[in-house]
């Protein structure tokens, strides 16, 4: 009996045993935030491409020709951006319906070769991303 009053009363290897309880869970929110961090960039990266893209398709005068602009801007700047790959972007510039002044360049990305969606992680968002921009034709 002695024994087992002993075994009971041990702390020897209690913080161990806590640390494997807690660990995965610590390491699995950890890499969440991460995997949100890279995502949540991707995603602004693609929002200010987009608003770049439209301030270079304004000198277009028909909707041909603004998608042409805007699609040669997003192939042929350089981009900094280490998650984004100008390929994987779908382009799209249409004229608003309720407006005529104005024009929306639209961006859909396909992230799904984006490093986090390989983490063992919670849940994460959409593999596609998709922003827009709208611009006034002719000013205020």
Not at 61 to 72: G, V, W
Not at 78 to 104: E, L, Y
Not at 106 to 121: E, Q, V
Request: glycine share 6%; hydrophobic share 45%; with cysteine.
């Amino acid at each position: 009996m002695s024994n087992f009053k002993r075994l009971l009363g041990g702390r020897d290897g209690a913080a161990a045993i806590e640390f494997a309880i807690i660990a995965p869970l610590f390491f699995m929110c950890v890499l969440t935030l991460i995997a949100y961090g890279v995502y949540l960039s991707a995603a602004h990266s693609i929002q200010q491409i987009a608003a770049d893209a439209a301030r270079t398709a304004i000198a277009g005068l028909s909707q041909t020709e603004r998608e042409r602009l805007a699609t040669d801007y997003i192939r042929r700047t350089t981009m900094d951006q280490a998650f984004i790959k100008s390929s994987r972007m779908t382009v799209t510039v249409r004229d608003d319906a309720n407006n005529a002044n104005q024009f929306t360049v639209r961006i859909k990305y396909d992230a799904g070769d984006l490093p986090i969606f390989n983490l063992f992680t919670f849940a994460m968002p959409s593999e596609q991303i998709e922003r827009f921009a709208t611009i006034r034709i002719g000013g205020v």
